[in-house]
């Protein structure tokens, strides 16, 4: 390395260097002289043979045999372990070397998944889809990757240029730059060479966001301030590129450009985050980042984090005090604990901590004000409680009003708005719309509000999609499209024809799939570009024809544009790839029922049952389509099981209680909507039910009850 002898330095410490390589004595960390690690079901061993680590487990037919570790992956906390188990599948081994000292608990094995009871054939096997480096891993360890997944062998023949993170993975192909570099000119002060103008000197792109950038402090608020506004996101979105929970679109990626040309984000989903946001699911740092008033004041990754070393610019706090003036922020006034204890450092408050794949601790980017009151009102985790854990969630929040005068508000003021729409609690619709509209509010949160408009058939739902179709953040366009996919028609052609043109991949994909039955109402403008949109869509699915959802994705795609023959293999296809895949077979069930083959529709959900026993969906409709059938008792057993198996879904409880009361059983009906009721006190739906069985069965006042609750839910609206 002739040039940036630091830099490369600087990286080749760094765990980007490491993220993978070849297995070796310099870079397998884990014991492999004789040790074995059991999870109470199977015992792994771990060996060396022939200059080669060997492990010796349960394969994907379930029984034990030795496979050679092909590569590391990772280095701190934990190490995994890579297996190419056949047919350029590699896989990623769920027991993992803890890389700590001792002193910390480090230095053994340990299971990715304790307590769990992991059966070859499921999903999160060490053999199964979820665990392959192919499509899970590979695109952030390595460097410039192609997947080459073949769906007619099937087989992987992915590729790298370079095994690990290298230069090229954040700032493009690097041949045009030596070229650039070598051109004889002679280099100035700066390290550019012949006084040259600042351009991208031969790189796919320039991080120059923080050129010349300082943060004065400002007085009256003891805060720094950008002295010039950040007018791109190439660093942030370059670094999401990998640390962003997103589905990957293609190969390609460009650093700099919007994730959206190659990925498509997650937003702020159930499951994956808190509703206030907090990191619930390894969501990374990406969308925390993003609802931070830190990056609205524009503040980049590199403000923080040296690019190459990947540490920190001043050790703990003292990173936060370059912005936040020590006098008034590291004070006693400020923090409100004694000094020395963990409350007086600013990651423990504002980056609450959480621990994922058993040992990796990682700080939430967000940088929010505690505010343990949310605790009480909606159960999300409070950094009060993370060290006083033997105090309640109400104890901290008193301590917080007590210090402050009063809740503390914060920058992030969406919980309510969010929590209240998982549940579809009345008013929500009105809140959602007013979380969509309010630009004092992150995109990422706006954009999930958008996104759960698609629940609502009401005028006020599409205004607030409609509102943000052509924003400038491609998150809310996205979003906005997928909300209106189901309005009517002629307003969808109207509103959607426009996106198919989009600058970003992740939206025209979004758009052509919303059009995808209505291509012959297009304009003639809009056919070209829904043809290549179409294409582009079927490509992404194609892209990652080695996943069950991709062909169950395309299998809808065909339903919808009337490909019966289309549709059938892509379904079979799916079933194919993963048999317990649930979303195939209930999808090939809606199929042939919409098709006219009822009888078909049950055979599929029976094989699906057959496949996962344990599925509430899967009875759901089997119960439905049983109904549909006249076989009565048989409908009302699924009904029962899938209302036993799927105890918090409100509807599912619903519609077996209004099974059970119109095939002869009302006194069972009625018993079965008290039971929802009591676990769902707001649903709309059971109320009415119950209030009009309640009067049929001569209860009047119950009956009067029940439409009380009705009229006080119904005027705070949907």
Same mark, same amino acid.
């Given at each position: 390395?002739?040039?940036?002898?630091?830099?490369? +330095?600087?990286?080749?410490?760094?765990?980007?260097?490491?993220?993978?390589?070849?297995?070796?004595?310099?870079?397998?960390?884990?014991?492999?002289?004789?040790?074995?690690?059991?999870?109470?079901?199977?015992?792994?061993?771990?060996?060396?043979?022939?200059?080669?680590? $060997?492990?010796?487990?349960?394969?994907?037919?379930?029984?034990?045999?030795?496979?050679?570790?092909?590569?590391?992956?990772?280095?701190?906390?934990?190490?995994?372990?890579? $297996?190419?188990?056949?047919?350029?599948?590699?896989?990623?081994?769920?027991?993992?070397?803890?890389?700590? /000292?001792?002193?910390?608990?480090?230095?053994? %094995?340990?299971?990715?998944? /304790?307590?769990?009871?992991?059966?070859?054939?499921?999903?999160?096997?060490?053999?199964?889809?979820?665990?392959? %480096?192919?499509?899970?891993?590979?695109?952030?360890?390595?460097?410039?990757?192609?997947?080459?997944?073949?769906?007619?062998?099937?087989?992987?023949?992915?590729?790298?240029?370079?095994?690990?993170?290298?230069?090229?993975?954040?700032?493009?192909?690097?041949?045009?730059?030596?070229? %650039?570099?070598?051109?004889?000119?002679?280099?100035?002060?700066?390290?550019?060479?012949?006084?040259?103008?600042?351009?991208?000197?031969?790189?796919?792109?320039?991080?120059?966001?923080?050129?010349?950038?300082?943060?004065?402090?400002?007085? +009256?608020?003891?805060?720094?301030?950008?002295?010039?506004?950040?007018?791109?996101?190439?660093? $942030?979105?370059?670094?999401?590129?990998?640390?962003?929970?997103?589905?990957?679109?293609?190969?390609?990626?460009?650093?700099?450009?919007?994730?959206?040309?190659?990925?498509?984000?997650?937003?702020?989903?159930?499951?994956?985050?808190?509703?206030?946001?907090?990191?619930?699911?390894?969501?990374?740092?990406?969308?925390?980042?993003?609802?931070?008033?830190?990056?609205?004041?524009?503040?980049?990754?590199?403000?923080?984090?040296?690019?190459?070393?990947?540490?920190?610019?001043?050790?703990?706090?003292?990173?936060?005090?370059?912005?936040? +003036?020590?006098?008034?922020?590291?004070? /006693?006034?400020?923090?409100?604990?004694?000094?020395?204890?963990?409350?007086?450092?600013?990651?423990?408050?504002?980056?609450?901590?959480?621990?994922?794949?058993?040992?990796?601790?990682?700080?939430?980017?967000?940088?929010?004000?505690? #505010?343990?009151?949310?605790?009480?009102?909606?159960?999300?985790?409070?950094?009060?409680?993370?060290?006083?854990?033997?105090?309640?969630?109400?104890?901290?929040?008193?301590?917080?009003?007590?210090?402050?005068?009063?809740?503390?508000?914060?920058?992030?003021?969406?919980?309510?708005?969010?929590?209240?729409?998982?549940?579809?609690?009345?008013?929500?619709?009105?809140?959602?719309?007013?979380?969509?509209?309010?630009?004092?509010?992150? !995109?990422?949160?706006?954009?999930?509000?958008?996104?759960?408009?698609?629940?609502?058939?009401?005028?006020?739902a599409v205004s607030a999609a409609e509102a943000v179709l052509a924003d400038r953040n491609p998150l809310l366009r996205a979003a906005a499209v997928a909300a209106l996919e189901g309005i009517e028609p002629a307003d969808r052609v109207r509103l959607l024809a426009p996106r198919l043109a989009d600058s970003i991949l992740a939206v025209r994909i979004e758009a052509a799939r919303a059009l995808a039955s209505l291509e012959q109402q297009l304009p003639d403008s809009a056919k070209?570009?829904?043809?290549?949109?179409?294409?582009?869509? $079927?490509?992404?699915?194609?892209?990652?024809?080695?996943?069950?959802?991709?062909?169950?994705?395309?299998?809808?795609?065909?339903?919808?544009?009337?490909?019966?023959?289309?549709?059938?293999?892509?379904?079979?296809?799916?079933?194919?790839?993963?048999?317990?895949?649930?979303?195939? %077979?209930?999808?090939?069930?809606?199929?042939?029922?919409?098709?006219?083959?009822?009888?078909?529709?049950?055979?599929?959900?029976?094989?699906?049952? #057959?496949?996962?026993?344990?599925?509430?969906?899967?009875?759901?409709?089997?119960?439905?389509?049983?109904?549909?059938?006249?076989?009565?008792?048989? !409908?009302?057993?699924?009904?029962?099981?899938?209302?036993?198996?799927?105890?918090?879904?409100?509807?599912?409880?619903?519609?077996?209680?209004? !099974?059970?009361?119109?095939?002869?059983?009302?006194?069972?009906?009625? #018993?079965?909507?008290?039971?929802?009721?009591?676990?769902?006190?707001?649903?709309?739906?059971?109320?009415?039910?119950? !209030?009009?069985?309640?009067?049929?069965?001569?209860?009047?006042?119950?009956?009067?009850?029940?439409?009380?609750?009705?009229?006080?839910?119904? +005027?705070?609206?949907?």
């Amino acid at each position: 390395m002739s040039c940036h002898q630091e830099v490369y +330095a600087a990286w080749a410490s760094s765990q980007h260097a490491s993220a993978m390589q070849h297995a070796a004595d310099s870079t397998v960390l884990g014991n492999f002289e004789n040790a074995s690690f059991s999870d109470g079901r199977v015992t792994t061993r771990f060996s060396r043979r022939d200059g080669k680590f $060997i492990v010796n487990t349960e394969g994907p037919d379930g029984t034990l045999r030795d496979y050679a570790i092909e590569y590391t992956f990772g280095l701190f906390p934990l190490q995994q372990y890579l $297996i190419d188990i056949n047919n350029g599948r590699i896989q990623s081994l769920t027991v993992a070397w803890d890389s700590r /000292p001792e002193a910390d608990g480090g230095q053994r %094995w340990f299971s990715l998944y /304790p307590g769990e009871r992991i059966l070859p054939g499921e999903s999160i096997h060490w053999t199964g889809r979820d665990q392959n %480096w192919n499509f899970m891993c590979a695109e952030c360890h390595s460097t410039n990757v192609k997947k080459n997944f073949d769906p007619t062998q099937p087989r992987f023949t992915t590729s790298w240029t370079d095994i690990s993170v290298n230069c090229e993975a954040c700032h493009g192909a690097g041949s045009a730059h030596v070229a %650039w570099a070598g051109d004889g000119k002679r280099e100035t002060g700066d390290g550019r060479r012949g006084g040259a103008k600042r351009g991208a000197m031969g790189l796919v792109v320039e991080f120059d966001e923080r050129d010349g950038v300082t943060w004065p402090i400002d007085p +009256a608020t003891g805060v720094g301030v950008r002295s010039s506004p950040r007018r791109t996101d190439k660093e $942030i979105e370059t670094c999401g590129l990998c640390h962003a929970r997103r589905a990957q679109l293609k190969d390609g990626y460009v650093p700099g450009q919007s994730l959206g040309t190659a990925e498509q984000v997650a937003l702020l989903e159930p499951g994956l985050f808190w509703p206030d946001g907090q990191m619930r699911d390894e969501v990374y740092n990406y969308a925390p980042f993003l609802q931070s008033k830190m990056y609205r004041q524009g503040v980049t990754c590199s403000d923080c984090h040296d690019p190459h070393t990947q540490k920190l610019l001043a050790p703990g706090a003292q990173v936060c005090l370059t912005c936040h +003036a020590k006098e008034k922020y590291a004070a /006693p006034s400020h923090d409100h604990h004694p000094a020395g204890t963990a409350g007086v450092d600013c990651v423990s408050c504002h980056m609450p901590q959480a621990t994922y794949m058993v040992i990796d601790q990682r700080h939430d980017h967000s940088f929010r004000v505690p #505010r343990p009151e949310q605790t009480v009102q909606f159960g999300v985790p409070n950094t009060c409680n993370q060290c006083h854990r033997e105090q309640s969630a109400q104890w901290a929040a008193d301590q917080v009003a007590t210090w402050y005068g009063h809740a503390p508000e914060g920058y992030q003021r969406y919980a309510e708005t969010l929590n209240n729409s998982e549940r579809r609690l009345p008013g929500s619709l009105a809140r959602l719309t007013g979380l969509a509209g309010d630009t004092l509010q992150p !995109a990422i949160a706006r954009a999930t509000a958008v996104s759960r408009l698609a629940g609502y058939d009401a005028p006020s739902a599409v205004s607030a999609a409609e509102a943000v179709l052509a924003d400038r953040n491609p998150l809310l366009r996205a979003a906005a499209v997928a909300a209106l996919e189901g309005i009517e028609p002629a307003d969808r052609v109207r509103l959607l024809a426009p996106r198919l043109a989009d600058s970003i991949l992740a939206v025209r994909i979004e758009a052509a799939r919303a059009l995808a039955s209505l291509e012959q109402q297009l304009p003639d403008s809009a056919k070209a570009p829904f043809g290549k949109a179409l294409q582009e869509y $079927i490509d992404t699915q194609m892209f990652s024809a080695d996943r069950p959802e991709s062909w169950t994705n395309l299998a809808t795609l065909y339903a919808l544009r009337g490909d019966r023959t289309g549709a059938l293999h892509a379904f079979g296809q799916a079933i194919a790839l993963d048999s317990s895949f649930v979303p195939a %077979w209930v999808n090939l069930a809606d199929f042939l029922r919409a098709t006219g083959d009822e009888t078909g529709a049950g055979a599929a959900l029976r094989e699906g049952i #057959r496949k996962s026993p344990d599925n509430p969906s899967l009875h759901y409709a089997l119960g439905l389509t049983l109904i549909r059938q006249r076989q009565l008792p048989a !409908a009302l057993a699924e009904l029962k099981t899938a209302a036993r198996m799927a105890p918090d879904d409100a509807h599912v409880g619903y519609v077996y209680g209004v !099974a059970l009361h119109d095939t002869g059983n009302p006194q069972e009906g009625i #018993r079965q909507l008290e039971a929802v009721l009591t676990r769902h006190p707001d649903d709309p739906q059971v109320l009415q039910a119950l !209030a009009s069985y309640a009067r049929e069965a001569g209860d009047v006042q119950g009956s009067m009850a029940y439409s009380a609750r009705l009229q006080e839910l119904s +005027a705070k609206g949907p």
